[in-house]
């Protein structure tokens, strides 16, 4: 096939314009244009341009090498990539006759989603634990926190079916590079289970939370038809290891499983699995992260400040930014998750602490837009060994817990006021969204002053690139922790740990990915290197 990239018409073209167009770029005539898809759809939404699409197009054509021989010298007339997917191993008759152990798969967020989807394509028949409940109990648990001030520990933003991408934005878009476009496939997978075909091809793809939770359950039932097991409310508390070599994991409350192949998909908040891989002496390390608030503006304000004329147009929706600042102490702060159209939601995972995350429906047409204003840390902010950025974290969280009257409201404060450095009182034109609800107070008080320091300096500086971004209402919500894991379960070249057999590190738990989309991918890769390893044997 021949790729088109840089193909630009209006954005309110007619479905005939594309092919119009190819037949022009190509210099054809009808008969010789076999087929088309769209590989890409981006805008250019600038101020001064006229308001347009950007395509990349993959086509069939008639006598492809002489159109690629007429256009040779032409940078936006090459051939196509093979973007499919191809298996790279098939299970072994030793598993399937029960002479070897099934592969375990810890977790099931997109990471344990997608190795255990993939392990089972492979006839691996996978056995996935979750510690968490299916995703519509998990839901009910979720709202009981948002609506009731209820916190079930083990069902939650954090745990449970589909991981916390599935109370997120369901963004599925990511700056990994990704050579043997994995991402395709997860794309691929996700509209099979049901998710609305234009994720393949629009430029910023999102799911939105309420259509992930169908799409999560019908990739569940593919796993179970193709021979794998999920067993829920399954908690991970230890592991068996001999002779540096995985042999099993100790579930609470229910007898060990054997296993020498063991994929940790745990997510970034499993803290007490983490600690459990410690000290059964899991080499791991100490990471940055990010720790900071939610800012909430109206929704129209970002999109006029970032489509001007074009704002309100439909066929591109909710405007989004990303924003990056490096502060005179030498912290950077930016911008983290931006929920366009949606909500600031309650993410904590233990009792008596406040965190905060982000989440759109599809539709993204709530009032209010949201993201992260985070502050980068790195371990030399919390010296103590490879869990001591989970105890920085804690002790964070509960400060704002108290912040915000020990009832899970979030403190939080006007960005007025934040920058003039007193407490917020009342609210103005802008209604934060989060449930349980915010109580005002003065946010200096949450984090570390060199962060304070930081984002005061930043959010002015952000103002310069979207105007209304430093208005006086604009609210801010504490706080962000948990923007991803603050350890490495650290691997090698194999994909396994440095020092345990058989021990997969995967995901954003193990400081690999960040974000729906490199989960995915990262639960793919380790997926293949552990059916490999499997058939070498």
């Known amino acids: 096939m021949i790729r088109i990239t840089e193909l630009r018409l209006p954005i309110s073209h007619s479905p005939e314009a594309i092919e119009e167009a190819i037949l022009k770029r190509l210099d054809i005539s009808a008969k010789d244009l076999i087929t088309f898809d769209i590989f890409k759809r981006s805008y250019d939404a600038r101020k001064n341009v006229t308001l347009s699409f950007i395509y990349t197009i ?21 051939l196509s990539p093979d973007t499919s997917y191809h298996f790279v191993a098939k299970a072994p008759e030793s598993l399937l006759n029960g002479k070897i152990l099934r592969p375990v798969v810890i977790g099931f967020g997109p990471c344990g ?77 996700f509209i099979k289970a049901g998710a609305p075909e234009e994720i393949r091809y629009v430029a910023k793809p999102h799911i939105g939370t309420f259509r992930l939770v169908g799409v999560v359950e019908k990739i569940r039932q593919q796993i179970i038809e193709l021979g794998g097991e999920i067993r829920f409310s399954q908690k991970v508390i230890g592991f068996d290891i001999d002779n ?22 745990l997510g970034h908040s499993a803290r007490d699995t983490f600690k459990a891989l ?28 970032r489509l001007g004329p074009h704002a309100g147009n439909e066929l591109i929706g909710a405007a989004d930014y990303k924003l990056v600042h490096h502060a005179k102490n030498g912290r950077s702060v930016y911008s983290f998750c931006m929920c366009p159209g949606g909500t600031v939601v309650a993410a904590t995972s233990e009792p008596n602490r406040v965190v905060t995350n982000g989440m759109s429906q599809y539709s993204r047409n709530e009032r209010n837009a949201n993201a992260g204003i985070v502050v980068g840390i790195t371990p030399e902010d919390y010296p103590g060994g490879p869990l001591a950025g989970i105890e920085f974290q804690r002790a964070l969280e509960s400060k704002a817990y108290e912040l915000g009257g020990r009832t899970y409201e979030a403190p939080g404060q006007l960005v007025g006021d934040f920058l003039e450095g007193k407490p917020s009182t009342q609210f103005g034109s802008v209604i934060p969204s989060y449930k349980p609800g915010v109580h005002l107070t003065d946010l200096a008080l949450s984090l570390p002053d060199y962060a304070i320091e930081a984002i005061r300096e930043a959010i002015p500086a952000f103002e310069k690139q979207i105007k209304g971004f430093s208005m006086k209402d604009a609210v801010l919500t504490g706080i962000e922790t948990r923007t991803s894991s603050p350890l490495r379960i650290t691997r090698g070249l194999n994909f396994q740990s440095l020092n345990i057999k058989g021990l997969y590190p995967a995901g954003e738990g193990a400081g690999y990915a960040g974000g729906i989309l490199s989960a995915g991918v990262d639960g793919i890769k380790v997926a293949e290197a552990l059916a490999l390893d499997c058939c070498s044997k």
């Open 278 to 305: 410690h000290e059964a002496g899991v080499f791991m390390e100490a990471k940055p992260f990010s720790v900071g608030f939610r800012i909430e503006h109206p929704q129209s304000l970002i999109d006029r400040a």
């Open 58 to 78: 993959d086509c069939s054509v008639k006598d492809e090498d002489v159109t690629l021989k007429k256009f040779a010298n032409d940078v936006h007339i090459k």
């Open 113 to 189: 989603i997608f190795a255990a989807l993939v392990l089972a394509q492979m006839g691996f028949k996978p056995i996935v634990l979750e510690r968490g409940k299916p995703v519509r109990e998990r839901t009910q648990d979720t709202w009981g926190l948002w609506r009731k001030n209820i916190l079930n520990p083990e069902s939650n933003v954090q745990f449970g079916e589909g991981g916390a991408g599935t109370f997120s934005d369901g963004k599925l878009y990511s700056q990994i590079k990704d050579p043997k476009f994995y991402g395709r496939k997860v794309i691929a997978e």
């Open 244 to 265: 540096e070599q995985i042999t099993g994991v100790m579930i609470e409350n229910q007898a060990d499983l054997a296993a020498n192949q063991v994929i940790l998909a």
